[in-house]
Every structure is written in C-alpha cells, then in structure tokens.
C-alpha cells in the first residue's frame, strides 16, 4: 500500500490470525486526525504528532477490516487507548515502526504488542527492569546468541505484559512484578508475581507470548483467548 501503510508484515506472524494487524514504516502525509485527538496534541513536538497520527491511522485501518467505522481513539486511564466496544487492541511505535492490532473480544479477552529498535538497552535499564533470575537468564542468552539484543527483547516483552494485563484489571503492573522466560527459538512465558486477572472464572497466572527479530526491530506479543 501506498506510503508504507500494509496490513500484512512484521508483527502480524507472531499473532494468532483472530487478531487483525496494521503497521508502517514512514509516517505518510496527508493523514487526518479526529477534532478530540487533535486537541490532545496542542503542545506536541511534530515527533510526537507523527506518531500519534500514524499510528491511529493504523488502528482506524485494523477497525475497518473488523467491519467497525472510523472513530476517535483516545488514551484512557494510564494512557490506554480506548477501543470501541466489543473490541480489544493494542498500538506501539518506535522509530521506523507504528502498529496497531485489534481483535473481536468474543475471541480474544486481551492483547498486547510492542516494538522496539533491535539495540542494546541504555546503561543501567536492565537492572532497572529485570529481576535477577532474569537478568542471570538473559547473560545466557547473550553468550549462547550474541547477535540477538536479549535486554532490549525482555524490556519489550515486559512492554507486552503490562498492555495485556492493564485492560483486564485496571491495575499497575510494575516490572519486578512479572517473571519472564525466553525461549530463543521464538516464545516467553511471563509469571504473574501478584495476583492476576480472572478469565471464565479462572486465575490467569501466566501469559504466553512470542517475539519477532526482524527489520532492525524486536517485536513482541501478547494475545490471551477469550474464554
């Protein structure tokens, strides 16, 4: 598609094929936002404003294949977006990359994506971030694999989690609360370290999810089965 927009790419092979997925790779001219999301960007910087758009005009192109019109997608409590109802989805954005995934919610209960460029983490943010079973996981993960930035793909894992939990609980979910353990050949399990959410009437103490490294990106996902 024109401008770099396409419903078909990166983030959309780690997703199971009930979730539809937009992404670009430019921010095209000419897009439009509604008056309410223009109000939110009064004192943005234009990187901000680049973002903000392109990556709605994704999220309004995933709605539209669900069959649903466009509409207004403003940041709710914590800043997450508010989705039509009936809907579930997920937006990220990083330099080169904005994306949006959305879903039914009588398939999916919760998802969560995030990209990030394929670097090496700033000084200091892994031990920020990670718990020490993680950070001891992820220097195995560095000497088995060194072309892969294993720190940069658990902070966005961690990303991942907080996007899937948030909508289901309506809580905080620090990044010492949640346990993660990659699988290099392409998965991660994040253990819930406090209480979760409950689905069908049962606790969910783990979610499950997948990570892509390509185009010069890590991307992750998180998209949890409604019951």
Not at 116 to 129: M, Q, R
Request: charged share 20%; aromatic share 6%.
């Amino acid at each position: 598609m024109a401008g770099g927009l396409t419903s078909t790419g990166v983030i959309e092979r780690i997703l199971p094929p009930a979730v539809t997925a937009v992404e670009s790779y430019t921010d095209p001219d000419g897009l439009r936002l509604f008056p309410e999301e223009e109000a939110l960007l009064a004192n943005s910087v234009a990187k901000r404003r680049r973002e903000f758009t392109t990556v709605r005009d994704c999220a309004r192109r995933a709605l539209q294949q669900l069959g649903l019109p466009p509409t207004p997608i403003l940041p709710g409590e914590r800043g997450a977006p508010g989705w039509p109802a009936g809907v579930v989805g997920s937006m990220t954005h990083c330099d080169g990359y904005r994306g949006a995934v959305v879903a039914r919610a009588t398939q999916v209960a919760t998802v969560g994506v995030d990209a990030e460029p394929h670097a090496p983490l700033p000084d200091g943010v892994l031990d920020a971030i990670a718990l020490p079973a993680e950070r001891a996981r992820t220097a195995t993960l560095v000497a088995a694999h060194p072309t892969v930035c294993w720190d940069r793909l658990l902070f966005s894992a961690k990303e991942s989690v907080y996007k899937a939990w948030f909508p289901l609980t309506r809580r905080w979910l620090d990044f010492a609360e949640a346990d993660i353990t990659v699988d290099p050949a392409g998965s991660f399990a994040a253990r819930l370290l406090v209480p979760g959410p409950v689905l069908g009437g049962v606790p969910v103490g783990t979610f499950q999810g997948r990570f892509l490294v390509d185009r010069g990106l890590v991307l992750t996902a998180i998209a949890v089965a409604a019951p």
